[in-house]
């Protein structure tokens, strides 16, 4: 089954800076990759998600890249802020809509001030 | 506030016991999902609903079963409790029963096996 790889566990950066998470997909037919934020005590989020046939998606201040080709997929944060620290999971659709949501095993941000 | 409620928020009880958690979909939403959120295995899917009928099923145990009710609320029965159990249980809603739907979560039942 499909299995989706989430790194780095955990990412500590300052405001305003950037961030990026990765993750890897193992199921070449995964079509849709969606984007959840974890904040404590709460339950996930959906924040950005995109389809394969897309290669960019952007709003705002986050962006999610896909290489389908390599199998992996990207969220990027800019100019950071400390509302921004929480648990981010990443998550693939191994038969694209049909099936459950796999997700990787979470990035925990923290933003200094 | 996401819409969706779970009760209880929190739960102790013993290894051998028996629990129920419930929970309450955002209205219009006909999907329920069950997911289990421990410290080592992130967010596993258990189980999914759909206008009363199972629709996936990941990684459940035998002894969890789950059902979802013609007024469209769903339990997750936990049985045998084992120490290995103890986590938060999420509960999710969603408009359709396909993936691509938003999934909306709700706070999570944090369960505590003594």
């Known amino acids: 089954g499909e299995n989706v790889e989430q790194h780095p566990s955990t990412l500590s950066v300052q405001e305003g800076d950037s961030a990026v998470i990765k993750c890897t997909y193992s199921d070449s037919a995964s079509n849709y990759f969606p984007w959840y934020k974890q904040e404590l005590g709460k339950g996930p989020q959906l924040i950005i998600d995109i389809r394969s046939n897309v290669g960019e998606k952007k709003d705002q201040r986050i962006a999610v890249t896909l290489n389908k080709t390599a199998k992996h997929f990207s969220l990027h944060i800019t100019e950071t802020q400390p509302e921004d620290s929480a648990v981010y999971f990443c998550a693939a659709s191994p038969q694209g809509g049909s099936e459950k949501l796999v997700f990787g095993k979470g990035t925990k941000l923290t933003v200094n001030p | 506030d996401s819409g969706v409620t779970q009760t209880p928020k929190h739960l102790i009880t013993a290894t051998g016991q028996r629990v129920t958690l419930r929970c309450s979909p955002r209205s219009g939403d006909l999907s329920v999902y069950w997911y289990q959120q421990s410290l080592d295995q992130g967010l596993q899917f258990l189980i999914q609903y759909y206008n009363g009928e199972e629709r996936a099923k990941g990684n459940i145990l035998e002894r969890f079963s789950a059902q979802q009710f013609p007024d469209l609320h769903s339990e997750l029965n936990l049985s045998s409790l084992e120490l290995g159990d103890s986590a938060l249980y999420f509960c999710?809603?969603?408009?359709?029963?396909?993936?691509?739907?938003?999934?909306?979560f709700g706070p999570g039942t944090r369960l505590t096996v003594l």
């Open positions: 999710a809603s969603s408009r359709g029963g396909s993936s691509y739907n938003e999934q909306f």
